[in-house]
Each structure stands twice: as C-alpha cells, then as structure tokens.
C-alpha cells in the first residue's frame, strides 16, 4: 500500500507540490516547467520513515527510492520523522529551479541524518548505450573506487562522500555487478547484485550504509534509475 500511496500523491505531489493541471491559467501566462526529483532513503537501519515535501506524509524504507516525481519551482521544507510523526530527524529548506533535475538522498544515522542534493544533467541516450554515475553515501569511507567486476582499472576513481562522478556513457548490458572498493585499494567495501543498465537508460549507482557495520547497516550498492 505504501507505494500505491505514494504514487498517488505524486499527481498532486506531497500536499501540493507536483503540478495539478497542465492547462494554462486564463488570467495569465501558463506555468513554468516543472522540476523533476527522485529521493533515496541512504540512511542506514532507517526502516520506517516518514518523508514529506511541502506537505502529506509518506512512508520510506531504508534504500528505497521513489523516481520521476515533478516539483512546480519554489522552496520547500523537506522533513523527516519516525512512523508516528513524534521525533523529527530532519528539517530542511530544498529548492527546485524551473526544467531542472535533481536527486534527493538522505545519508548517516537518524540522530545525525543528512539530506544530500545532487544536480543532475539529464540528455536522450541511443538504444544502444546507458548512461550512469556513481555516488558515495557512505559516513565511514572519505573516498571510494568503482569497478565493473571483473575489469581490472575501476570506471570511477576517488569518488568522496556525498558527491556523485559525471554521467559517463556505458554499452548496454544486461547482467552487471559493482564493486565498491577503498580508494587506492583492494579493500572489497561492497557489492551489488547483477543490475541492467538497458539501452536508453540514465542510471545511478550509490553506495549506502556503513563500513564499520556488518549487520543491516553494512555497504549497500544499489542503483537508482533517472
């Protein structure tokens, strides 16, 4: 139920934030384009969230993402409680430019959560071809490396908590796994399951949790889709 929730919000967006009509108002100009986000749960042994943008709340479980939701322009408050709306991990202004792309994740403990915002650039890819970046949300890790397993050189060097590398172009394929090392090192941090970067998709593969964990809140490679 908790997606069908949310996918119904999301025409109306969060109490009012995603667009409601595409006709033009008589009494004036129509509308600016609208942002477009998707938002990540990248905080470790978070299970039970609830999450609103500007209004009704929904629920979020530890890495789960919520994809191609629209924003009209403007500042909004972003906040983040427990399933019973008493304790309030997170209170945050974010901001939506008309026609832009963006991606939400949220990172570290519930005590010291953090909301991270990636700008994200966003152009056609031929069926032939995939586009995708790498993200690191882990607390515990300054600098990662990203490998194709199997390959030897990695396809994304020193990547530094909270940021994401430039998109980069990829053949389409169908059974992919990640590696998320150390950086400079052989240090084997994490690893995804088998992912499709399929032709014409735009793709982001993050690494969430924690490497001083080794329970539910150890690294998680996971990936998000645009």
């Keep these: 139920m908790k997606k069908l929730f949310f996918s119904a919000i999301s025409s109306l967006l969060l109490g009012g934030l995603l667009l409601t009509s595409c006709m033009p108002s008589a009494d004036g100009p129509p509308p600016p384009p609208n942002a477009l ?61 008309s026609g832009k792309y963006y991606s939400l994740v949220l990172v570290d403990t519930l005590s010291k959560m953090e909301l991270v915002v990636l700008k994200d650039s966003i152009v056609n890819v031929s069926q032939d071809s995939a586009r995708i970046r790498f993200a690191n949300m882990v607390p515990d890790v300054e600098k990662m490396d990203f490998y194709i397993k199997g390959q030897a050189e990695p396809v994304a060097k020193d990547v530094s908590y909270k940021t994401a590398v430039e998109f980069m172009r990829v053949k389409s394929a169908s059974s992919v796994i990640i590696e998320a090392k150390a950086s400079g090192t052989n240090e084997l941090l994490g690893t995804s399951e088998a992912k499709e970067f399929k032709g014409g998709s735009i793709n982001t593969i993050f690494a969430s949790g924690f490497k001083s964990l080794t329970d539910e809140g150890k690294i998680h490679v996971g990936l998000m889709q645009h």
């Design 37 to 97: 986000f998707n938002l990540v749960n990248a905080s470790p042994k978070s299970a039970d969230l609830k999450v609103s943008l500007g209004g009704n709340p929904s629920e979020m479980d530890y890495k789960e993402v919520f994809t191609r939701l629209l924003a009209t322009p403007g500042t909004y408050k972003f906040k983040v409680t427990n399933k019973e709306g008493t304790r309030e991990f997170l209170n945050k202004d974010v901001e939506f430019v």
